[in-house]
């Protein structure tokens, strides 16, 4: 039975744990990757937080995949991730898309605005 955006997203937000900036900075700190998952235009438009890797959402399949030449290095099951997109939603998508891939430890951070209404910096990256 084909599935509803609606029910695409409580799946997403039921298997991917939200978190806030403080969580965030406890899981880079500890070796994390900060992934935003929004399109290079949206980055060239606003920027992104510092420090983070870009994958737009509608590649992130052909790097995760190990198996794949397209393999991003950053993407390891071992490491946890924490993402962030416009609003959250692409982000707790692509969290649930990770870990149907295998990645244990995928955490949604919400929107860049979160980062920068938290006091994340921004680079212009």
Request: charged share 25%; net charge negative; glycine share 12%.
């Amino acid at each position: 039975m084909p599935l509803t955006v609606k029910e695409m997203m409580e799946a997403a937000n039921t298997s991917v744990e939200r978190i806030d900036m403080a969580r965030a900075a406890e899981i880079l700190g500890q070796g994390g990757l900060l992934l935003d998952v929004r399109d290079g235009a949206e980055l060239q438009k606003t920027g992104r937080a510092s420090g983070a890797h870009h994958i737009s959402r509608g590649s992130l399949e052909f790097s995760a995949d190990e198996a794949l030449k397209s393999h991003d290095p950053e993407l390891r099951k071992d490491r946890p991730i924490v993402l962030y997109c416009a609003a959250g939603g692409r982000a707790a998508l692509a969290g649930k898309l990770l870990k149907d891939m295998g990645y244990a430890q995928v955490y949604n951070l919400g929107g860049f605005s979160d980062w920068v209404n938290a006091g994340g910096e921004v680079s212009e990256e």
